[in-house]
């Protein structure tokens, strides 16, 4: 980790690094704990969920009896349902209309509907023409009021949630307390549709009060009945690969790979500017000449600094007449001339230098000296 940071530079790279390497590793710890912990866990009323008001226990039950289960991952307008079946539909989360058309065919053509939840009326008044109007009157224990298969075995039902039925509509109450009912049925052409307004009973925290197990047992129907519980409601899909992953495990991969990319940018060589075809060269000698002739005229001690540029000029110029004293004014003269010297330099090589123009003709006349000096 300090040493991916320190490859980003400083500032809000630094930052969001720093912050999403934070909530990957938040996520991938949290989502660990689930997997060692195996903690209860799910949506309400669904068949995967172990959590207090899951039917996980509901679905071993079925299966202790032999019972066929069946969890059902397709929306219910694309799933094939056997209308020999019965079809829990609880706490859904969302239904389309053209599922809630779907589950009323079902009905209709032969098929045993269970539905309810918490404020059902949105969407079960849509399977009947008249279905019954849901209250949240609670009631912890309700009774059977009528005769029906739905209450075989049954003597007492335990609930801890929220709803009842008043008025039932064209459903007749079976079970129920207090002028309400927990659980009404209606003949729905070839079919029945069970209503339960309080699905606590059947839920993992109730399932062994009272005679919920029975009660659970009875809304299945016959024993030659598949039983079908609609997990595309719950959010449980048909869907593979990576949409089949749970939310979290999606979020955490998708911080694994922000991840990633940030570490190759970090660690990846920076591009440069393209390279020039011809390479730089060093500026021309008379140009750093006169670069240097400039400099001095502006500095400060200008004459010492031009002083011993002169005496440096006239003992190479000796040098090169053959002489190891300075050369006379004549001498000078006849050695510009046989050495093809600057006129100028020679003149700002005698007297004192005064104007820019002295300055850089005795930097040319230095330069003109060192050049033919220095051949062997």
């Not at 918490?118 to 009631?139: I, K, M, T, Y």
């Not at 000029?313 to 090169?320: D, F, T, V």
């Not at 007297?351 to 040319?364: K, M, Y």
Request: overall charge negative; hydrophobic content about 45%.
């Amino acid at each position: 980790m300090k040493r991916l940071l320190a490859r980003i530079p400083s500032g809000p790279w630094r930052w969001t690094a720093a912050g999403l390497t934070a909530l990957l590793a938040i996520n991938l710890a949290l989502t660990a704990v689930d997997l060692v912990s195996g903690g209860p866990g799910g949506p309400t009323s669904s068949l995967f969920s172990t959590a207090p008001d899951g039917l996980a226990a509901f679905g071993e039950l079925l299966a202790t009896e032999d019972r066929d289960v069946q969890p059902v991952r397709a929306d219910a307008h694309e799933a094939v349902l056997d209308r020999g079946s019965t079809l829990f539909v609880l706490d859904p989360h969302d239904l389309a209309d053209e599922d809630l058309d779907a589950l009323a065919t079902y009905a209709r053509e032969g098929g045993r509907l269970v539905v309810g939840g918490l404020q059902p009326h949105a969407w079960v008044a849509r399977l009947s023409d008249n279905a019954p109007a849901w209250g949240f009157d609670q009631l912890d224990e309700s009774h059977p009021v009528a005769l029906a298969p739905e209450t075989s075995g049954i003597e007492a039902v335990a609930a801890r949630g929220f709803g009842s039925w008043g008025d039932t509509g064209d459903a007749a109450a079976v079970i129920g307390a207090h002028g309400r009912s927990l659980v009404a049925v209606e003949n729905t052409g070839e079919g029945r549709t069970i209503y339960l307004a309080d699905t606590s009973p059947l839920q993992n925290r109730l399932l062994a009060s009272a005679d919920n197990a029975a009660l659970g047992l009875a809304l299945a129907g016959s024993a030659d009945r598949p039983v079908l519980f609609l997990e595309s409601a719950h959010g449980y899909s048909e869907a593979t690969g990576l949409a089949a992953l749970p939310p979290r495990w999606k979020v955490a991969l998708l911080l694994l790979t922000l991840a990633a990319l940030m570490w190759m940018a970090a660690a990846a060589r920076r591009i440069g500017p393209p390279e020039r075809p011809v390479r730089a060269l060093h500026p021309p000698r008379m140009t750093y000449v006169d670069s240097l002739a400039a400099t001095l005229s502006a500095a400060s001690g200008k004459s010492d600094a031009l002083e011993g540029l002169r005496r440096s000029s006239q003992e190479r110029l000796a040098r090169l007449a053959g002489s190891h004293d300075t050369l006379a004014e004549k001498e000078l003269a006849m050695a510009a001339e046989t050495f093809g010297l600057s006129s100028a330099g020679i003149r700002a090589l005698k007297g004192p230098v005064r104007s820019d123009d002295q300055v850089l003709a005795l930097g040319r006349l230095h330069a003109q000296l060192v050049r033919k000096t220095v051949r062997p």
